[in-house]
């Protein structure tokens, strides 16, 4: 099953680190780039080889790759405990071509897409090698692009990048972070708006926003319910052309759509 929870964790925190990976995020991501000041790039950078080095396991955020620190930061490409990265400001398919050939296999890429013009070039973004699935950067976006809402105003961006991860046969996109802590009412709203857009999961920054976004794209039990009627459905009519659920035509997208349900129903 694809990630839900991707956890973001300051890379000059190394006290944290451990305690990132015990909150139940499907995926840590020890940041160099939004969370460390210029001034502690390079002993953020140690504390997450340090880290690596000693038997910890996670992803990592670099930093862009137009800034004086990335070249630095590829240096941990080949630490033992790395299990992907991350690229933020991520806006076309050469960017990702350059980092991929330095990323040993099996190791995959997280693009954030978060300008202009990432968003327009979504779909050779998420075709580039390597890359796992896009997220997206929502917050960054607003900034690039003045939109002010991230509701409804950033209905474009998002099904950009359901698009384009769905024509590169990749992962569902993860959407950005819900910026107020506090407010879990928020976050499961923004959860249950990301999983009826297309997306598979969503960044957060805080422990605490975890369990919410990993319950929020579980399906639910109504969903599973469905889900398994039909392939019981199917299954009890096996031979029959045409079958039907409960006055409903149960053809092969709706098949689909089932068993993708109770994959994700983990």
């Not at 396991?57 to 670099?62: I, Y």
């Not at 976006?141 to 590169?168: H, N, P, Y």
Request: glycine share 10%; hydrophobic share 45%.
């Amino acid at each position: 099953m694809p990630a839900r929870s991707y956890l973001f964790v300051p890379g000059d925190r190394p006290e944290r680190f451990d305690k990132a990976c015990a909150a139940g995020a499907d995926v840590v991501i020890l940041d160099l780039e939004d969370a460390v000041t210029p001034d502690k790039k390079e002993s953020a950078r140690e504390a997450i080889r340090e880290w690596l080095k000693g038997g910890g396991k996670g992803w990592v955020r670099l930093n862009g790759s137009d800034t004086e620190w990335y070249q630095g930061d590829c240096s941990l490409l080949g630490e033992p405990g790395l299990l992907g990265v991350s690229l933020p400001k991520a806006e076309s398919a050469a960017q990702l071509t350059a980092l991929s050939e330095r990323l040993p296999d099996p190791l995959r890429i997280l693009p954030i897409v978060e300008t202009a013009r990432g968003v327009w070039n979504a779909e050779e973004v998420a075709a580039a090698p390597k890359v796992d699935r896009l997220a997206f950067g929502s917050v960054d976006f607003q900034v690039d692009t003045g939109i002010l809402g991230d509701g409804d105003e950033l209905l474009f961006a998002r099904s950009r990048l359901v698009i384009a991860s769905a024509l590169a046969r990749i992962n569902p996109p993860v959407d950005g972070v819900t910026i107020d802590l506090s407010d879990l009412d928020l976050l499961a709203e923004d959860v249950k708006r990301a999983r009826l857009l297309g997306f598979g999961g969503k960044l957060c920054v805080h422990p605490k926003q975890v369990a919410p976004i990993n319950d929020g794209f579980r399906p639910a039990d109504s969903e599973v319910s469905w889900a398994k009627a039909v392939l019981d459905t199917l299954e009890s009519h096996k031979g029959v052309g045409a079958v039907s659920l409960n006055g409903k035509l149960i053809d092969l997208p709706v098949i689909l759509r089932a068993r993708r349900i109770l994959e994700s129903a983990v």
